[in-house]
């Protein structure tokens, strides 16, 4: 993506501190919001960018009156105008647990059309970022699916008792509370709602609570309210692989140089599953040589990351054909940098508050087989890594109608990739059977999360200024769509 825009100046800045300095307390605080200049960024060791943060206090329970308070940390983006509009653009990131700082300042330019007129606030979600985090030590054995069940349930209880607070108060139905306190305490009559992958379902259910204080939603990568994620996630996985497959079959340059690359990978599995390789590679961040396990777990871990995004899906192939013939270096290398990002990403108490709350308890009513999860490429270690962790995890706050299908008329504007590994754009259907005000833009060959996409960024800007459908020019989607090359070697992708 292209450099962020240039800095607002001093007197748009002056201006916008007027307006935030002046804000009221939000309920639950003990303190006036105090904002001062700071600057935020997607992580350790990435470039910053100017900000105003501060932090709200809240109580752990809010139905408490005695309940002790948390910190939850925010920054407000200024806008690039004198004179904003009155109700500022707030993304709500996925996971669940990851922070909602970092994810803007990774995406910001998806982000910029909307700043030339509004400011952009963000909340780190309870749990996440410097928010209370809930934060402690995971096996990497339970990523790759190499812990027996007894050990998961151990290495959940010992991140249980890590734990700085009481995770029952983590949850969704709990958090919506806290961004409306956000709201008021800075003075702002409304929200434009932006959630991508679980952060969707947070921004569906502040729309329910909050509907009057909600003027636009836009949901990338839908989480439909009454889906328990967990069981499908195999599922689509192995949609996304097989389309990858019969994508690559045809384009004559791919199918030439892989004919057989799905019989490689179902080889490549098996012979991973009879026998584990121990592969020796330098570390992604520290570059010391490290002995990596890799079996049929890791290759599978390593396949639905890359599944996530087109140009990593170009990688696909390649890697699988590579591995095929004994190179296991390159995805091995992907399995472990992508084994790191999470455990950095992501608040794994949070996750683990959210998961065992809201989807756990309602596996079994998915209509999901044994049988077809065994015959996908992912199997059901992650759904039998979730069902160990949520079965000595406590259930948290969960409002009763969490789980509905939001009914309103705000205006809402659903966002697909139908390569979406994860969230596909029956999803969004699902979502949108009670939106009476909604839209649907598919991206095609487009993985998980579009904000970024194209002219997503453009479509999105026009939306929120009119809170209207009227106009958008989707044409664009179809002419500017772009999907990598697969990659025919390690030089680059066919032409």
């Not at 803007?104 to 909340?123: C, G, K, M, S, W």
């Not at 569906?204 to 609570?209: D, E, G, L, N, Y």
């Not at 309210?225 to 384009?251: V, Y």
């Amino acid at each position: 993506m292209a450099h962020t825009s240039g800095l607002a100046t001093a007197a748009v800045i002056a201006a916008v501190l007027l307006l935030l300095e002046s804000a009221a307390a939000a309920p639950g605080a003990t303190a006036p919001l105090s904002l001062a200049d700071c600057r935020i960024s997607a992580g350790p060791g990435f470039p910053g960018m100017k900000a105003r943060c501060g932090v709200l206090e809240r109580p752990l329970d809010p139905s408490a009156a005695d309940s002790p308070q948390l910190e939850l940390h925010f920054a407000v983006v200024p806008a690039l105008t004198l004179e904003p509009e009155p109700d500022p653009f707030v993304p709500i990131a996925g996971g669940p647990g990851q922070s909602t700082i970092e994810f803007y300042a990774a995406y910001a330019n998806a982000f910029e059309h909307i700043r030339r007129d509004r400011d952009i606030v963000l909340l780190d979600q309870r749990g996440t970022g410097k928010s209370a985090p809930l934060t402690c030590a995971m096996d990497d054995g339970m990523l790759e699916g190499r812990l027996s069940r007894d050990q998961a349930i151990e290495d959940a209880r010992r991140c249980l008792q890590a734990l700085p607070h009481d995770p029952r108060f983590f949850t969704t139905s709990v958090a919506v509370s806290d961004l409306d306190a956000l709201r008021e305490a800075l003075g702002y009559p409304a929200f434009n709602v932006y959630g991508v992958s679980y952060g969707t379902r947070v921004a569906q259910h502040f729309a329910r609570r909050y509907e009057a204080r909600t003027r636009t939603v836009i949901l990338d990568g839908v989480l439909p309210p009454g889906l328990a994620l967990g069981p499908e996630i195999a599922i689509e996985a192995q949609r996304a692989l097989d389309a990858i497959f019969d994508r690559c079959a045809e384009s004559a340059a791919c199918d030439e140089r892989f004919p057989a690359v799905a019989e490689e990978f179902a080889a490549l599995q098996t012979g991973l599953r009879e026998e584990p390789v121990t592969v020796e590679l330098p570390d992604p961040v520290t570059w010391k040589r490290e002995r990596v396990p890799f079996g049929d777990a890791e290759l599978a871990g390593a396949l639905r990351i890359l599944s996530y995004h087109p140009n990593t899906v170009a990688l696909m192939p390649l890697l699988i054909h590579e591995a095929a013939g004994g190179n296991y270096r390159p995805l091995a290398s992907q399995f472990l940098m992508a084994t790191r990002s999470m455990l950095d990403a992501l608040s794994i108490g949070m996750h683990n508050a959210v998961v065992c709350t809201e989807d756990a308890p309602f596996f079994a009513s998915e209509d999901v087989s044994l049988e077809e999860l065994e015959s996908t490429y992912m199997g059901t270690v992650q759904l039998d890594a979730l069902e160990a962790i949520c079965s000595v995890w406590p259930r948290g706050v969960l409002d009763e109608d969490l789980r509905t299908p939001l009914e309103t008329d705000t205006p809402v504007l659903l966002l697909s990739g139908d390569a979406d590994p994860v969230t596909p754009p029956h999803f969004a259907e699902m979502a949108a059977v009670k939106l009476s005000n909604s839209r649907h833009l598919i991206g095609i060959d487009q993985g998980h999360g579009q904000a970024p996409r194209t002219c997503i960024p453009e479509i999105m800007a026009a939306f929120i200024e009119t809170a209207a459908f009227a106009g958008l020019d989707e044409d664009c989607l179809a002419e500017r769509q772009f999907a990598m090359p697969f990659f025919l070697d390690f030089t680059g992708p066919s032409p």
